[in-house]
Structures are given as C-alpha cells and as structure tokens.
C-alpha cells in the first residue's frame, strides 16, 4: 500500500472511499431489559479475550472483536459462510444506562454484557411503617 | 406494546446505521470465495471450508456449543454435523433483538473424494469447531523427473 502523503488530492479521496467501510461482520445478538437492567448476548465464535474490544461510554457501546482462526499455512479456500476475521456492531446507550458500571465476560465465543440502569432508574422499594 | 416499539425505535439502545458496511461485505471478495452454493449462506452454523494437499480443514463457527452433544460422522465424502443449540431465554423478558439461533441443526458438507473418514480430529475453541480430515496419501501432487 502506497504511503497516503504521496497520493494526489484525487487518489487520495478515492481510497478513503474504498476503504471506509471495513470488511467485518455483524454478530448476532440478543437484548433484554429488567427492572436493574439491560443484557446483551453476542455471538462472536472465534474471538479471545486478547481480540475483543469493547468500548462503553456515555452514549455508544461498540464491539470489536478478532477472530483467531487456526489455518494450515498453503490452504486454498474452497467454501465459506464467513468471509472476514472481525465482528463489529455499535449501539446507541440511553441516559439511563450506566455505562461505566458495564460487565462483560466471554465463553465458547458468546459475550455477555451487562449494563445496569442508574440509581434513580431502578426500582425502589417503598416501606410501609406501622402506625 | 407500542410504547415498548417506539422507545426501542427512539433510542433506548439503538444502533447505528451501518448500510454502507454492509453493502461492501455483500459485494467485496476477500480470501474466501463465496460463489459456491451461496445460498446457503443462511444455515446454521456458517462453515468455511479449505484444503491443503495433506488434508482438508472444515470450520464451524458455533458460539456456546456443548460439544459433546454433536454428532459429526464422515460416509464416503460427506460430511454430516449435527447438533443443537439450546439458548435459556425467559419468555416473560421482553426482548429488544432476538437473533441467535436458537434450535437444532444439521449441516452436510461434500469434502474432497479422498478423504480417509479413519483420520479425523476435531477440536472446539472459542466457539469454533474445527475439523482436520487427513486425505490419502495417493491425492498428493507428486514430482515428475523427466529422465
């Protein structure tokens, strides 16, 4: 690949257009909400701990995650359903999701990611005093 | 429910739009073909398949698998995986997304003719189940000396 300062102003709007959007794919996912709560599930087979980034701040969630795949060095791919190494997938955050107190643990490739709502978004317990 | 649908639709946890990804996966070619019988690119679990003149590697990417509960078995040159995926979802949640599998499978896949079905490994990691099918010794290319 060519060094970007030495592309004209032409070539160099033509490559950001080809290679803005990156090869990745789009891992299934499962969201839930409870009363303290959201819960998301991905599927992500082939990414480790060391592949995965997960980035949570006040607004956006996003995954990333490389899949380490083992490959026998002069393989000729014959037939695939996947066509890339890395899953992404961004998700907006509302207010009431405390994003700093986000959870995340991954086994066999399914992340799970817990993001619990801010204290005045939980649900609150009302005693009721004897009179 | 419509309060529910409208606030998933305003932003509770939304996602971006991502169209423009997307089209370039659909039509961009990298190291794996996608040609052959892509349609059935929608069966569960997508499998990648290469081959080496030693052996053939087949790939089953299967998130949070028990993989004692599959049943791989090779006749002749067909593959057949079969297995399922139990998910435990609570129905009484209301759910934003719902799209992992959730159920049984089972896929077939033609390997090359020369496969030897007595030497197979397979190994499950991180969600990927990977297949090592050695294939007869005679398959390989071998070198002609020209006297």
């Known amino acids: ?131 | 429910m419509l309060p529910r649908i409208h606030g998933f639709d305003s932003g509770l946890f939304n996602e971006f739009r991502r169209l423009e990804r997307e089209m370039d996966q659909l039509f961009s070619a990298g190291f794996w073909p996608g040609t052959m019988r892509s349609a059935a690119s929608d069966s569960y679990p997508p499998i990648n398949l290469g081959v080496t003149p030693d052996q053939v590697d087949v790939y089953l990417f299967a998130a949070g698998l028990d993989p004692e509960k599959l049943d791989i078995t090779i006749k002749e040159n067909r593959l057949s995986i079969q297995g399922e995926r139990r998910l435990e979802r609570d129905e009484a949640t209301s759910y934003f997304r719902k799209e992992r599998y959730d159920g049984a499978f089972h896929r077939l896949v033609n390997l090359p003719e020369d496969v030897d079905a007595d030497r197979v490994e397979a190994r499950y990691d991180n969600g990927v189940l990977h297949l090592v099918v050695k294939r007869r010794e005679s398959s390989k290319p071998r070198q002609i000396t020209v006297q």
């Open chain 1, 1 to 131: 690949m060519t060094d970007s300062k030495e592309l004209s102003k032409h070539d160099l709007q033509t490559r950001q257009h080809r290679e803005l959007p990156q090869r990745s794919i789009r891992p299934a996912v499962d969201i839930f909400e409870d009363e303290s709560g959201i819960t998301l599930k991905a599927d992500l087979p082939g990414v480790t701990r060391e592949g995965l980034d997960i980035q949570v701040d006040k607004e956006t969630l996003s995954i990333d995650g490389k899949a380490e795949i083992e490959m026998p060095e002069a393989m000729q791919a014959v037939y695939a359903d996947v066509r890339a190494t890395r899953y992404q997938r961004s998700f907006s955050l509302s207010s009431e999701l405390e994003g700093d107190k986000a959870e995340a643990s991954l086994k066999d490739g399914v992340l799970s990611l817990r993001i619990p709502k801010r204290e005045q978004y939980q649900p609150r317990k009302i005693e009721i005093r004897n009179s």
